[in-house]
């Protein structure tokens, strides 16, 4: 398997933008979880599914952001207008339970100017 | 009150010393523990995992829990320049909750 894959790799974008950020599990795997990552706040848990469903959305910091995941093998998350403190390095893991192992993605590097 | 904290350091330690890193959660009814490696722009790399009390042994690495005290930490043998990077203690229940992470630098 190739892991868990992330595109794209880094996104520079002009704040107001719609951006989208697109994650690929590990087949077989029941749980994605969308991190972003900053040097002041570390690795935060913004969303995750089991099964494509939603189970936890409350690390979302607003209504800004929104994630979806239509089947087993895609998800995405939205930031729509993007602003400059959205910028961040944002991974996408996945997992075969909730309480194993979490493979994460090469992550997506976001700068909005 | 953070689920997951750690110590930010930076750590800096001489090669071939003992590198110790520690690690408290707040949830009792957590299950499963976890150290991951962070290397500079890179993603976080499993290296170790930990679900009993006690110590558990792979290669110069040991992890140790105390889930008593709600304390986990990671001792590095023999440390090595590659060692160099950022630590995340990792703990999970129905969801995986991440420390902030602590720098180590190896020192040759």
Not at chain 1, 98 to 105: D, I, R
Not at chain 2, 34 to 48: A, T, V
Request: contains cysteine.
């Amino acid at each position: 398997d190739a892991g868990v894959i992330q595109s794209p790799r880094h996104e520079v974008t002009e704040m107001g933008q719609e951006v989208t950020l697109r994650c690929k599990p590990i087949s077989g795997h029941d749980y994605l979880f969308w991190y972003r990552q900053t040097m002041m706040r570390g690795l935060e848990l913004l969303i995750y599914f089991n099964n494509n469903v939603p189970i936890d959305d409350s690390g979302m910091p607003e209504d800004r952001f929104s994630a979806k995941m239509p089947n087993a093998s895609f998800s995405t998350l939205k930031i729509q207008p993007s602003e400059p403190r959205d910028s961040a390095v944002y991974f996408c893991a996945s997992s075969i339970s909730g309480v194993g192992e979490a493979f994460f993605g090469q992550g997506t590097r976001l700068t909005v100017v | 009150q953070k689920e997951v904290e750690q110590n930010s350091g930076p750590l800096s330690v001489p090669e071939g010393a003992i590198a110790s890193l520690n690690c408290t959660y707040s949830d009792r009814g957590s299950q499963s523990f976890f150290w991951y490696r962070q290397y500079s722009g890179k993603s976080p790399e499993l290296i170790m995992f930990i679900y009993s009390n006690g110590d558990k042994e792979d290669g110069r690495f040991t992890a140790q829990l105390n889930k008593a005290s709600q304390y986990v930490s990671l001792l590095i043998r023999d440390s090595q320049p590659s060692d160099s990077a950022t630590y995340l203690c990792a703990v999970s229940g129905n969801q995986f909750y991440f420390g902030t992470g602590t720098s180590l630098t190896v020192i040759p």
